[in-house]
């Protein structure tokens, strides 16, 4: 409740136009989209607009997506779900964890709900999407990795719950967070290259995402997630906005669905502009550099975590090349398509 006050209604331009359900037709979604784009279905949770899904499927002839809790995946036919072939789901790790954060027993439904679209062929990309309460990576990613190891999910992607809220550092907590977390990334990263020495890469997209860059196969040097310049949020009236956080800013609209782009939002944070990683970094979260919502001290702990990540990935760059070389892996187990959700920067 706190978080109202957050002071971004006085620092940001909010849109109270926009509708609460989205009034942007098949047709001018159909005139905007061109065949090769991903359009994803975001929320609050999308699932429970199947009628708006569905209508725009049949209606629009492009790639599709879908960020969801999970809950309702059995309510889409599968002959819908079928078209959607990138899906990020919430699991935060194993049932305690996930039930921890989102309600008692919905680990369960949502695996079962997995494990029921693979029963019915589905062959779409599935990544599960953790938001890291606590620092135990390893653990937590472990206990995701039978589940990729029997098909029920694909890939795992992560982002600390952090500089997302106003009222939620707590600098001896956060220092300890880092602390731990660090030294559970690198343990992650360890085990990351074992697998990859046997033929085997785990497409863990902070990893795979960092490792892109840090090996020249992604040259590309602003955001990872895209946001602003390759990735925008199609708001319910039809704006287009830099990213689905600030889908009704008008400090971050990027032109309309009617119009087309006609802007894009860079980093300008002098602190970001200034930092040896930001062509790998990218400046993490378009969204918390602009918000500013934790204090300096904070940014420069969730700062320590990400320089952590890029470091210890750029150690094992050499020896990951030397597999290519061999044969150990191919170049095409690492590559993957940008800018479908997975932030890549935790
Ligand atoms: S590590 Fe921090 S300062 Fe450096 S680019 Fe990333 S977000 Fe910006």
Redesign the pocket.
Known sequence: MQEFDNGLAEKWDYDETTPFDSDVSVEKLKKFLRSDDRLIFYGGEPLVMIDKIKEIIDGVNCKFGIQTNGILLGRLPIKYMKKIDKMLVSLDGNSVRTDENRGSGIYKIVLNNLKNLRKNSYNGEVVVRMTLTKPDIFEQVMNLVPLIDDGTVDSVHWQIDAGFYKFDFDKENFSKFVEEYNKEIDKLINWWVEKIRLGKVYKFYPFIGVFNRLAGYDDETRLPCGSGYENFTINTSGKLSACPIMNSVKNFYCGSVEEGIDNEIQIT?E??LN?P??KI????CLYS?NAKLWPNDGDDL??ET??NLIMKIRGKVPEIKKLLEKGVVKKENFLYEKYFGPEI?P
């Open positions: 944070d602190k970001c930092c990683e930001f970094c990218g400046g993490r550099r969730i700062c990400i320089k920067i």
